[in-house]
């Protein structure tokens, strides 16, 4: 597509920006991988038609007033870029689109507040902790609550949650085991206040097949969440204080949630035009999800043999299959269980709804889209779901509770591999 976007006009961020729309042809075949444009049926909110709206703004011919409903509507779960036969890099439009507009935008009171309590909150566990026990306290008050809260509230879990965890800087592999590689494990944000046993199952496994784990201890948010939303000040502040944290003599640094890897995959975008640009790269190119170290490892300790049938429904998270491109590592992990039956979710690629804060900046659209998501997974008829993301994990909890039919474990693919160790495989 060709384009008028002035070379200069928003820094380093325009290049990446214009090659994106200039790669658009305009052939559609984007809109049958969109979630929006399936649930709107517009073409303004479609993965061409935001390109189209993007690229007017950027050359003047569009108000941010006007495409900003559009394309805060896009969910950034990048369906699109698979499915484009011209390989549009769709996430360096739209990311790179918030994070240049966003200081222009005027925002509504109930906006700016819901964005100012989830950027202060989330990416700080101990803080989102203290907001999640009072948010719980709050649930019965959410009818007269503003209603740009209201999201929030319905999202956290009605039981108590766990303490955070604190890890020792460096973990050995278990007694008896040779070292066979050695890690540095990302925690993630909100997983630690929402799931913590994720992590405890990351380190179990890793430990157990002769790999040693360091956790640093000034590690923080990966920023994803602030880059989505446009926070590229924040953005930059998280990746930088990520690069000093993390040690570079590892074999590799471990995300166990799909965002956070995607999130640090995007450094060097996050970071371009900045010092910091090369040793982004450096850190993208090391860390991997901990389904893909795994596969990589190989020759992993066996799994017991329950001796009965599990059928497992795999949930692809967005920014696992999309971002990252990883599909089949954690399907084979899943497979090599004994016993284990990996089915697929029909319209598997069709996102959850959760990506990032979308479920709470866009709530009926992110519920619609997890309702179709938990009906999808009932299809199936499975004993449990997996999947590779908090976010995803929450949104499927969310609405297969509400679904009003029987209650279906939901785990992190590494806790089923854990589980299975155990000899606890249908544990929820």
Same mark, same amino acid.
């Given at each position: 597509?060709?384009?008028?976007?002035?070379?200069?006009?928003?820094?380093?961020?325009?290049?990446?920006?214009?090659?994106?729309?200039?790669?658009?042809?305009?052939?559609?075949?984007?809109?049958?991988?969109?979630?929006?444009?399936?649930?709107?049926?517009?073409?303004?909110? &479609?993965?061409?038609?935001?390109?189209?709206?993007?690229?007017?703004?950027?050359?003047?011919?569009?108000?941010?007033?006007?495409?900003?409903?559009?394309?805060?509507? =896009?969910?950034? =779960?990048?369906?699109?870029?698979?499915? =484009?036969? &011209?390989?549009?890099?769709?996430?360096?439009?739209?990311?790179?689109?918030?994070?240049?507009?966003?200081?222009?935008?005027?925002?509504?009171?109930?906006?700016?507040?819901?964005?100012? #309590?989830?950027?202060?909150?989330?990416?700080?566990?101990?803080?989102?902790?203290?907001?999640?026990?009072?948010?719980?306290?709050?649930?019965?008050?959410?009818?007269?609550?503003?209603?740009? #809260?209201?999201?929030? $509230?319905?999202?956290?879990?009605?039981?108590?949650?766990?303490?955070?965890?604190?890890?020792?800087?460096?973990?050995?592999?278990?007694?008896? +085991?040779?070292?066979?590689?050695?890690?540095?494990? $990302?925690?993630?944000?909100?997983?630690?206040?929402?799931?913590?046993?994720? /992590?405890?199952?990351?380190?179990?496994?890793?430990?157990? /097949?002769?790999?040693?784990?360091?956790?640093?201890? +000034?590690?923080?948010?990966?920023?994803?969440?602030?880059?989505?939303?446009?926070?590229?000040?924040?953005?930059?502040?998280?990746?930088?204080? /990520?690069?000093?944290?993390?040690?570079?003599?590892?074999?590799?640094?471990?995300? /166990?949630?799909?965002?956070?890897?995607?999130?640090?995959?995007?450094?060097? $975008?996050?970071?371009?035009?900045?010092?910091?640009?090369?040793?982004?790269?450096?850190?993208?190119?090391?860390?991997?999800?901990?389904?893909?170290?795994?596969? %990589?490892?190989?020759?992993?300790?066996?799994?017991?043999?329950?001796?009965?049938?599990?059928?497992?429904?795999?949930?692809?998270?967005?920014?696992?299959?999309?971002?990252?491109?990883?599909?089949?590592?954690?399907?084979?992990?899943?497979?090599?269980?004994?016993?284990?039956?990996?089915?697929?979710?029909?319209?598997?690629?069709? =996102?959850?709804?959760?990506?990032?804060?979308?479920?709470?900046?866009?709530?009926?659209?992110?519920?619609?889209?997890?309702?179709?998501?938990?009906?999808?997974?009932?299809?199936?008829?499975?004993?449990?779901?997996? &999947?590779?993301?908090?976010?995803?994990?929450?949104?499927?909890?969310?609405?297969?509770?509400?679904?009003?039919?029987?209650?279906?474990?939901?785990?992190? +693919?590494?806790?089923?591999? %854990?589980?299975?160790?155990?000899?606890? #495989?249908?544990?929820?």
């Amino acid at each position: 597509m060709q384009h008028r976007i002035a070379p200069d006009s928003s820094g380093p961020l325009t290049a990446p920006m214009a090659d994106a729309v200039s790669k658009c042809v305009h052939c559609g075949f984007c809109l049958a991988a969109c979630p929006t444009y399936q649930e709107l049926q517009q073409e303004a909110d &479609s993965p061409r038609g935001r390109i189209v709206i993007m690229k007017e703004v950027l050359e003047g011919t569009l108000t941010l007033d006007d495409a900003n409903p559009h394309v805060d509507a =896009c969910l950034g =779960c990048l369906a699109c870029e698979p499915a =484009c036969p &011209s390989g549009v890099p769709y996430r360096d439009l739209i990311s790179s689109f918030r994070a240049t507009t966003n200081p222009q935008r005027h925002r509504s009171f109930g906006d700016r507040l819901r964005r100012k #309590l989830v950027s202060t909150t989330l990416p700080h566990p101990g803080r989102f902790q203290l907001a999640a026990m009072a948010g719980r306290l709050a649930k019965p008050l959410a009818p007269v609550l503003p209603k740009a #809260l209201r999201p929030m $509230l319905e999202l956290l879990p009605d039981e108590k949650l766990p303490p955070l965890v604190v890890y020792p800087p460096t973990i050995a592999p278990r007694d008896g +085991t040779t070292r066979r590689a050695r890690v540095a494990l $990302l925690l993630g944000c909100a997983q630690q206040v929402l799931d913590p046993d994720i /992590n405890d199952a990351t380190i179990d496994v890793l430990t157990r /097949n002769g790999v040693e784990v360091v956790v640093p201890e +000034t590690q923080g948010c990966c920023g994803a969440l602030s880059w989505h939303v446009g926070d590229l000040t924040a953005a930059q502040k998280f990746a930088i204080r /990520n690069l000093g944290a993390f040690p570079a003599d590892v074999d590799a640094v471990i995300t /166990n949630a799909a965002g956070c890897g995607s999130g640090i995959h995007e450094y060097p $975008l996050i970071l371009k035009g900045t010092s910091a640009e090369a040793a982004a790269q450096a850190f993208a190119e090391r860390t991997c999800d901990i389904s893909v170290f795994l596969t %990589r490892l190989g020759d992993l300790a066996p799994v017991p043999d329950p001796g009965r049938k599990t059928r497992i429904a795999y949930h692809d998270a967005c920014h696992l299959a999309n971002a990252q491109g990883v599909t089949l590592p954690p399907r084979d992990l899943l497979r090599a269980i004994p016993g284990v039956d990996v089915v697929e979710i029909p319209e598997g690629h069709l =996102c959850c709804g959760s990506a990032g804060t979308y479920n709470i900046d866009q709530p009926d659209i992110a519920a619609s889209l997890g309702r179709q998501k938990a009906a999808r997974v009932r299809a199936t008829g499975a004993d449990l779901v997996a &999947s590779g993301n908090i976010g995803c994990l929450t949104q499927l909890r969310t609405h297969l509770a509400r679904d009003g039919g029987p209650s279906l474990p939901i785990r992190h +693919t590494v806790q089923v591999l %854990r589980d299975a160790y155990h000899g606890k #495989l249908s544990a929820s």
